[in-house]
């Protein structure tokens, strides 16, 4: 039995010039497994991306609308985000107790028996697509091969925009097993194209065989193997060498009347700012998720974008707060909307715009399970459904954006000379600072906290612990995570070494009223990018330094003809030191349960607390206003 039993003569062709033993096995194991009718190899020609392309609309997997290029996709009612409960690290039973309590894991015999079970059959009456695709630029020190097999022609559709072609790379693996590989099927489907045993959806990380298996799902976060399974497996592979990977962006922020232009990275858990912070207008974005960053022979950290398109959220995207975006999203080009309402061959989406202009009827992502769409309708618990999931989102180039940066695909990245840390916090952090040094900018990276959202299933609203923003990812125990960060800093020149910084857009005033409007970031970011040009002085707190009044009113009046008030400043920029306090005392009850935490990270979060309590003493207070700092 060979390859000619699912794939065309031009097909086997195309997989045996590879000259890659495992990638000829693995695609057998997994196609005599799943049992597919047929399978198709996609190589990176036009025509093959089309037949992609037109095979996601022939099987209903998308459906087109009216402007050109633009589809929608919808997936199952049940799936509508990352599934945290069934996605697993399978380990040797013995080893559990080492990867911490944050790690969801299963022992990896048991798991590989269950799965390979589920995927047993699992492609029956459906076309198993092999894509060869590279993680980061081609032909890079960066670049990773990724060999995806899947039975969701969305799936395989929507990599092609999100990631580099990747089967002349795999050519040039000359042979070598060093690749990640994924498997996905969306397993039996209705007849309305929804996955049937959503029971029996499986997401298995196998660090052993760097390869991922996941079964009966249909959601991007859990089928898309390039995605966040991928960075799962890029996350081991960086920790056990010397480099880094990080669920970050990568944006260019541009000084204001200046050509000069500054590259920052940004971790925020989902749906916190994330894509609108790589996005602020008037700067270049890079990448909107998932970073790779290596030192170089001077010593500075350059990062690339692991991926070449936009998997975004939708909700609240308006010609207001992301005119980018919605520019990209009304303009004819290759967008894939999911889980959005449509009528008459339009998208909408929460949080568009103009709410009146909503139809009251339409399909959206209900429709398969409840039928046709009409306002009012209401789930089983009797609650009303909203006429789009808070977690729709669309699928774009980056190409297709105007601000896209030229550095894209630059093979060796670019210089990082910033890092932001942010998430959801209504009432402990100033929305801006600095950090005093590499070191206390891991720590403020390892105790980011978040307000839980509708990105992951689950309740909203919960203060949930979320380190580098990249928990739900690290595959490693915390601590052998918290050393790479640490090391990694030592590696970089001195002089190289970027500024860390802390955000918090979602601060709000006594009233529960956030302070600060959606872009008012951009006055952050112009603030640092000024900071790591030694530009402004600043002042020091006992969390790190903040800007000064004068400083953001120039910027304010300079970037939006916008007046910033005193009252606002102090109040918004007050150290609240018993909140920060008791931050302090969270942090190092988690970190104290984990096994080999690095003793800079205990070091540092004792200079943090010296620093608040003594400050409360001198000051005499709980809230210390930055005109008692100057
Ligand atoms: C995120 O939620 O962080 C995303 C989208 O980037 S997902 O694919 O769901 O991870
Ligand atoms: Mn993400």
């Not at 799962?232 to 009347?257: C, P, Q, Y």
């Not at 590259?263 to 925020?268: P, Q, V």
């Not at 601000?403 to 210089?415: A, M, Q, S, T």
């Not at 030694?534 to 969390?543: L, R, V």
Request: net charge negative.
């Amino acid at each position: 039995m060979g390859l000619e039993k699912w794939l065309n003569d031009r097909d086997v062709q195309k997989v045996e010039v590879l000259k890659n033993k495992k990638v000829i096995a693995v695609i057998e194991e997994f196609l005599s497994l799943c049992k597919p009718d047929k399978a198709v190899a996609i190589d990176d020609s036009p025509e093959d991306i089309d037949y992609v392309r037109q095979l996601s609309i022939d099987l209903g997997e998308e459906i087109k609308l009216e402007k050109e290029g633009h589809t929608v996709h919808y997936d199952s009612y049940f799936d509508q985000a990352r599934d945290k409960a069934n996605t697993r690290l399978l380990v040797p039973a013995a080893e559990k107790e080492k990867f911490g309590s944050h790690i969801n894991t299963k022992d990896r015999d048991e798991g590989l028996e269950e799965v390979l079970r589920i995927m047993d059959g699992a492609m029956r009456g459906k076309i198993a697509i092999i894509r060869f695709f590279c993680l980061g630029p081609t032909n890079s020190r960066f670049s990773i091969s990724a060999l995806q097999i899947t039975d969701s022609a969305y799936v395989a559709h929507s990599e092609d925009l999100l990631y580099r072609k990747g089967y002349e790379q795999f050519k040039r693996l000359e042979g070598s097993e060093d690749f990640f590989y994924l498997i996905h099927s969306a397993g039996e489907l209705t007849d309305k194209n929804v996955t049937k045993n959503i029971d029996d959806r499986r997401i298995y990380i196998d660090l052993e065989e760097d390869r991922v298996l996941s079964v009966n799902n249909q959601y991007a976060g859990n089928s898309l193997g390039l995605k966040k399974l991928a960075l799962r497996l890029a996350i081991n592979k960086a920790v056990n060498e010397d480099w880094l990977t990080e669920h970050m962006f990568i944006s260019a922020v541009h000084a204001l009347g200046k050509e000069r232009k500054t590259y920052f990275l940004g971790a925020f858990p989902s749906a916190c700012g994330k894509t609108s912070t790589a996005m602020v207008p008037g700067n270049s974005i890079v990448g909107d998720d998932i970073a790779y960053l290596r030192i170089n022979e001077n010593g500075e950290i350059r990062a690339v974008n692991i991926e070449s398109g936009i998997f975004g959220i939708i909700k609240d995207v308006s010609p207001e707060d992301d005119p980018e975006i919605y520019k990209s999203l009304t303009t004819p080009n290759e967008t894939i909307f999911s889980n959005i309402q449509i009528t008459d061959g339009r998208p909408y989406w929460l949080g568009m715009g103009d709410q009146a202009k909503i139809p009251e009827t339409g399909i959206n992502w209900t429709s398969s399970l409840l039928g046709e769409w009409e306002a009012g309708k209401k789930d089983d618990d009797g609650n009303e459904l909203m006429f789009a999931h808070p977690n729709s989102r669309y699928t774009i180039r980056i190409e297709e954006l105007d601000n896209c940066d030229e550095k894209l695909h630059n093979p060796d990245g670019v210089k990082v000379s910033g890092i932001l840390y942010g998430g959801r916090d209504s009432d402990i952090s100033v929305p801006f600072y600095e950090t005093f040094s590499w070191n206390h900018g891991v720590v403020l990276g390892a105790s980011v906290e978040s307000e839980t959202t509708s990105a992951t299933l689950g309740k909203a609203g919960v203060r949930t612990h979320q380190p580098m923003a990249n928990l739900d990812f690290i595959v490693v125990p915390l601590g052998k995570y918290l050393e790479a960060h640490f090391d990694f800093g030592r590696m970089v020149n001195k002089e190289h070494r970027p500024l860390i910084f802390s955000t918090n857009y979602f601060l709000k005033d006594e009233n529960g009223k956030y302070y600060d409007a959606i872009l008012d970031k951009k006055i952050w970011l112009l603030w640092a990018e000024a900071r790591v040009h030694g530009e402004y002085d600043a002042i020091k707190t006992p969390i790190g330094y903040i800007p000064k009044y004068e400083d953001l009113v120039k910027l304010f009046k300079e970037a939006f003809n916008k007046d910033y008030n005193r009252e606002r400043y102090e109040a918004e920029f007050s150290i609240r030191v018993q909140k920060l306090l008791d931050k302090v005392d969270r942090i190092e009850t988690i970190f104290r349960s984990e096994q080999d935490v690095p003793n800079e990270f205990f070091e540092e979060l004792e200079k943090q607390r010296k620093r608040l309590v003594e400050a409360k003493e001198k000051h005499g207070t709980d809230i210390i206003p930055p005109s008692r700092m100057e």
